[in-house]
């Protein structure tokens, strides 16, 4: 829950296997397993329960570069140096289906959150779309013209979103595969991006050591976080809305507070560059990795008798803003009407009014979204006119033509 937050972070879990840089982390649905990729070309896939032991997974003949648990958690999805995605059922047997479409390496994968189809980014500069269960390719995105680092599904898979070494950040829309908005950056590349759980906007990591949230309908940036003094490198959303956690080479992990535009806490877990971030698909959890090889496992003031808060160096920033963040004016960001702004708010506005004014926005949405496929309705109906129209004159010419012939058969110039 969004008031989990109110406690500090603490360490619960730190899992040692890997022999090189950790460079993905994902939760398993039921929170039971997490599953993590090196560039020790190993997928590790570890049991919250102690007394379990991890499973190693080999196959891959290079760096692994990112891992995602289907929503399902029955299948973990791999993406590799060596230029093949891989499915793996995560649990002792490790059998896995090798994927081969790509011509360089793999960056990225993502699962739609049916599980039916799945994003693959690449550095030869391409998104591909897969069927999971028949392995089928469906196709390609191709508008970039560098190295695709990242690319991730909308909550309700109808855009992807994807960052890119040109600079860019692109939006598609699934259906049409056309590149429907394309972001600049101008002082660094985003290394990693991804959709706020509400829809509405993303937030992109940057090598620029600052962290950026756009909105995806008035495509304006809504806030700018440069809280960081080295390239960040990963980031993820509370499923809540509110917060967002951040992974740094200087070694840090951030939690931004969205609603109040502000940095909360600051953890120093890590020896060395934090590579990747998650949390758990409940919120109530988060993991990292780093390039000291180290997986670990944070909690907002939950105890299964695991190590605790020691390790986790943990500070809470105490400024009401802190000067080193900013944000753009009238940039509070939407949160679920479920859990809404007033959860987190200084009692200024009652939470009835706040849920009214949720609401009205929520419907001010759904009269939006239906505009715009009247819009595209009406501009089909349009097309499909003037496709009509011209057939029949190009039949009517025909005729017309056809008659003339038949009635001066033997005429020549």
């Not at 090189?20 to 397993?33: A, E, G, I, P, R």
């Not at 599980?115 to 508008?143: E, P």
């Not at 806490?265 to 959890?285: E, K, N, W």
Request: hydrophobic share 30%; with cysteine.
């Amino acid at each position: 829950t969004v008031s989990a937050l109110d406690s500090d972070p603490t360490l619960e879990r730190h899992f040692k296997g890997h022999r090189h840089t950790v460079t993905s982390v994902d939760f398993s649905c039921n929170m039971k397993q997490i599953a993590t990729g090196s560039v020790d070309s190993c997928v590790m896939i570890w049991n919250m329960k102690p007394q379990m032991r991890a499973y190693r997974f080999d196959g891959h003949k290079e760096a692994v570069t990112c891992v995602q648990f289907s929503p399902s958690g029955h299948l973990v999805a791999s993406t590799s140096r060596d230029k093949t995605i891989r499915l793996w059922v995560p649990s002792m047997k490790a059998d896995s289906t090798v994927f081969r479409a790509h011509t360089a390496t793999v960056r990225c994968v993502n699962f739609s959150g049916d599980g039916q189809t799945m994003l693959t980014s690449s550095d030869d500069k391409t998104i591909k779309l897969w069927t999971v269960h028949r392995q089928k390719f469906l196709f390609s995105f191709t508008q970039h013209m560098n190295w695709v680092r990242c690319a991730k599904f909308s909550p309700d898979d109808g855009l992807i979103v994807s960052c890119s070494d040109d600079k860019t950040i692109k939006l598609w829309d699934k259906k049409s595969r056309e590149c429907v908005h394309t972001f600049t950056e101008h002082a660094g590349y985003a290394s990693y991006v991804d959709f706020h759980p509400s829809g509405t906007c993303i937030a992109a990591a940057s090598t620029d050591t600052s962290v950026k949230i756009w909105d995806i309908r008035t495509h304006k940036m809504l806030q700018h976080y440069p809280v960081h003094s080295g390239a960040v490198n990963s980031l993820s959303f509370h499923p809540g809305g509110n917060f967002l956690i951040t992974a740094s080479s200087d070694s840090t992990m951030k939690i931004l507070d969205l609603v109040e535009g502000k940095l909360l806490y600051t953890l120093h877990g890590h020896q060395g560059a934090v590579t990747c971030v998650a949390f758990s698909r409940a919120g109530d959890y988060f993991s990292s990795g780093g390039s000291d090889e180290q997986v670990k496992v944070y909690s907002f003031g939950h105890s299964d008798g695991h190590s605790r808060g020691t390790h986790s160096h943990a500070h809470r920033d105490a400024a009401t803003r802190s000067p080193s963040t900013q944000q753009t004016q009238g940039s509070q960001l939407p949160a679920h009407q479920d859990k809404g702004l007033s959860d987190v708010s200084d009692g200024r506005v009652p939470s009835s009014l706040a849920n009214t004014l949720e609401h009205i926005i929520g419907q001010l949405d759904v009269l939006t979204q239906t505009v715009s496929i009247l819009e595209q309705r009406l501009t089909l109906t349009e097309d499909k006119l003037k496709e009509c129209l011209e057939n029949q004159m190009e039949i009517g010419l025909h005729l017309q033509n056809r008659d003339e012939g038949r009635r001066w058969p033997n005429q020549h110039c």
